[in-house]
């Protein structure tokens, strides 16, 4: 058995490792047009920050994994070939800002088509909206005249979560695969069996697949933005989120996961799935679901709104020239990814407040959080005014670690959870920092009643 995987990013890098890892005697195959990400999977230095993947990785690579440019000659190898590549959401022409764009997705189908010979199993990992499988599948069967190769095509989306990847692939949940053909759907299931219980890996058909990957993400998403609507609330009231979230989280039907109020969400699937989801629904006449899970992603640009609005507020209305020390830029811990980070849209609305922000991430390079900044100040077709550009070089300073940061600080907000910042000396940073220290804990991860001791004035999600 052979696999190629085409696109080497967060999804197809780790599952192939894991894959290859577990399964020595299959030869797996990761191919990407990005030269320079290719170059880094085979280096010492991954293009990926994720806990446990560098070890995974080693112990495969050069044995039966391999990390290509070579699209081409790995699809003709190989007996299943997954499509891991991005399909992020349209920025222009119909559905621009909800539907995916499947560029990506139609390229390798085509490519696919074009090079392939004898019978291949298409397995789509990107997350995509319910129906592609047949677009696939129509670009297959109308391109493969001419060489006679025959395909199959499987649903199998990826549920593993960043920061946690590595425990997520050996241990999934489940492992879900939909499709038509059994034999096809028992090849997929026979390599993930070889560390997943059988009891775990759950067939169903294509349709359900695809859309069963969207509403997981939808139904994690929402838990989110129930808690944080309910922490604005809590500001307002004397209520803390942290008892609420216990509370309800002992209900055993509740369950107590994905009640961390925050900052708000980000990555690169849920907001993405969810505006596939209510572009989806629109384009099926169903309104009110649509306006429904819409409302999940209007209450995390609230959080995010409030979060900003809230730091300006405490500080006398108003923080232009005050430098403000910014603990944390990826979406989440213990990963390199900032795609929609709620950081990069508080930075944003200080910067436009005329903050000087001070930025601090123990992963994320200097580079990147330029770009998303700029990024972040562009309109739908992405043009960016030369005072936005102006504000991101000249009031940003990205430094090297969280003191470097905090000091002549008015403030600090705290945007990503990095564990890190629990192990700070307190006592050293308000002794650098500006009176009154205030400090605003997005991720509700520090102790208040120690920092309030030192003097710091501070601000949680969901604390009055
Ligand atoms: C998510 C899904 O969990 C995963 O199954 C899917 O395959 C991809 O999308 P990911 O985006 O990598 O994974 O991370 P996740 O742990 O789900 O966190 C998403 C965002 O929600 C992060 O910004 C996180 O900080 C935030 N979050 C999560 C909260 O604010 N509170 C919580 O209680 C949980
Ligand atoms: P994800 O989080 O879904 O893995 P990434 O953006 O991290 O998304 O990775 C997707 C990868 O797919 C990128 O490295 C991109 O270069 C690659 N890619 C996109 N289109 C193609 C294609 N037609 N052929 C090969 N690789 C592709």
């Given at each position: 058995?052979?696999?190629?995987?085409?696109?080497?990013?967060?999804?197809?890098?780790?599952?192939m490792?894991?894959?290859?890892?577990?399964?020595?005697?299959?030869?797996?195959h990761?191919?990407?047009l990005?030269?320079e990400?290719?170059?880094?999977?085979?280096?010492?230095?991954?293009p990926?920050?994720?806990?446990?993947?560098?070890q995974?990785?080693?112990?495969?690579?050069?044995?039966?994994?391999k990390?290509?440019?070579?699209v081409?000659?790995?699809?003709?190898?190989?007996?299943?070939?997954f499509?891991?590549?991005?399909?992020?959401t349209?920025?222009?022409?119909?559905?621009?800002?909800?539907?995916?764009?499947?560029?990506?997705v139609?390229?390798c189908?085509?490519?696919?088509?074009?090079?392939?010979?004898?019978?291949?199993?298409?397995?789509?990992?990107?997350?995509?909206?319910?129906?592609t499988?047949?677009?696939?599948?129509?670009?297959?069967?109308?391109?493969?005249?001419d060489?006679?190769a025959?395909?199959?095509?499987?649903?199998?989306?990826?549920?593993?979560?960043?920061?946690?990847a590595?425990?997520?692939?050996?241990?999934?949940?489940?492992?879900?695969?939909?499709?038509?053909?059994e034999?096809?759907?028992?090849?997929?299931?026979?390599?993930?069996?070889?560390?997943v219980?059988?009891?775990?890996?759950?067939?169903?058909?294509?349709?359900?697949?695809?859309l069963?990957k969207?509403?997981?993400?939808a139904?994690?998403?929402?838990?989110?933005?129930?808690?944080n609507?309910i922490?604005?609330?809590?500001?307002?009231?004397?209520?803390?989120?942290?008892?609420?979230?216990?509370a309800?989280?002992?209900?055993s039907?509740?369950?107590?996961k994905f009640?961390?109020?925050?900052v708000?969400?980000?990555?690169?699937?849920?907001?993405?799935?969810i505006?596939n989801?209510?572009?989806?629904?629109?384009?099926?006449?169903?309104?009110?679901?649509?306006?429904?899970?819409?409302?999940?992603?209007?209450?995390?640009?609230?959080?995010?709104?409030?979060?900003?609005?809230?730091i300006?507020?405490?500080?006398?209305?108003?923080?232009?020239?005050?430098?403000?020390?910014?603990w944390?830029?990826?979406?989440?811990?213990?990963?390199?990814d900032?795609?929609?980070?709620?950081a990069?849209?508080?930075c944003?609305?200080?910067?436009?407040?005329?903050?000087?922000l001070?930025?601090?991430?123990?992963?994320?390079?200097?580079?990147?959080?330029?770009?998303?900044?700029?990024?972040?100040?562009g309109?739908?077709?992405?043009?960016?005014?030369?005072?936005?550009r102006?504000?991101?070089?000249?009031n940003v300073?990205?430094?090297?670690?969280?003191?470097?940061?905090?000091?002549?600080?008015?403030?600090?907000?705290?945007?990503?959870?990095?564990?890190?910042?629990k192990?700070?000396?307190?006592?050293?940073?308000i002794?650098?920092?500006?009176?009154?220290?205030?400090?605003?804990?997005?991720r509700n991860?520090?102790d208040?009643?120690?920092?309030n001791?030192?003097?710091f004035?501070?601000?949680?999600?969901g604390?009055?």
């Amino acid at each position: 058995m052979k696999i190629c995987c085409i696109g080497a990013g967060y999804v197809g890098g780790p599952t192939m490792a894991m894959i290859a890892k577990q399964c020595p005697e299959i030869e797996v195959h990761v191919v990407d047009l990005n030269r320079e990400r290719i170059a880094a999977w085979n280096s010492d230095s991954l293009p990926i920050y994720e806990p446990g993947l560098a070890q995974v990785v080693e112990e495969a690579l050069g044995r039966n994994l391999k990390f290509t440019t070579d699209v081409d000659a790995a699809i003709m190898k190989a007996d299943m070939i997954f499509i891991a590549v991005n399909t992020p959401t349209k920025t222009f022409g119909v559905g621009a800002g909800r539907a995916a764009n499947l560029e990506f997705v139609e390229k390798c189908a085509r490519r696919i088509a074009e090079v392939a010979q004898g019978h291949k199993i298409v397995v789509e990992k990107s997350t995509l909206p319910v129906r592609t499988a047949e677009a696939v599948k129509r670009i297959l069967s109308a391109a493969n005249v001419d060489n006679g190769a025959t395909f199959d095509v499987l649903s199998n989306p990826e549920f593993l979560a960043e920061g946690t990847a590595i425990d997520d692939l050996l241990n999934p949940d489940r492992v879900l695969i939909g499709g038509e053909s059994e034999a096809a759907i028992k090849a997929l299931a026979d390599v993930y069996a070889k560390w997943v219980p059988r009891k775990q890996i759950l067939t169903t058909n294509l349709w359900s697949s695809e859309l069963s990957k969207l509403t997981a993400n939808a139904f994690l998403a929402q838990r989110v933005s129930s808690i944080n609507a309910i922490s604005a609330l809590c500001e307002a009231t004397e209520a803390d989120v942290d008892e609420v979230a216990r509370a309800i989280g002992m209900d055993s039907r509740i369950g107590p996961k994905f009640l961390n109020a925050s900052v708000g969400f980000g990555g690169s699937c849920f907001q993405k799935d969810i505006l596939n989801l209510v572009y989806l629904c629109e384009h099926f006449g169903l309104r009110e679901v649509a306006a429904y899970w819409e409302q999940v992603v209007l209450m995390n640009d609230f959080q995010k709104r409030r979060f900003a609005e809230r730091i300006c507020r405490t500080m006398f209305s108003t923080v232009s020239d005050k430098k403000i020390g910014i603990w944390g830029f990826a979406f989440k811990k213990d990963t390199n990814d900032t795609r929609e980070s709620a950081a990069i849209y508080v930075c944003r609305d200080l910067l436009r407040e005329r903050a000087r922000l001070s930025i601090y991430d123990p992963q994320v390079p200097e580079a990147k959080i330029r770009a998303d900044l700029i990024a972040s100040m562009g309109n739908l077709s992405g043009t960016v005014s030369d005072i936005d550009r102006k504000l991101v070089e000249t009031n940003v300073t990205v430094v090297r670690d969280g003191y470097e940061a905090a000091k002549d600080a008015h403030a600090i907000a705290v945007l990503t959870e990095w564990d890190e910042f629990k192990e700070y000396d307190f006592k050293k940073i308000i002794g650098t920092m500006k009176a009154p220290a205030f400090l605003f804990d997005g991720r509700n991860v520090l102790d208040r009643t120690m920092l309030n001791k030192l003097g710091f004035e501070t601000f949680g999600i969901g604390k009055s």
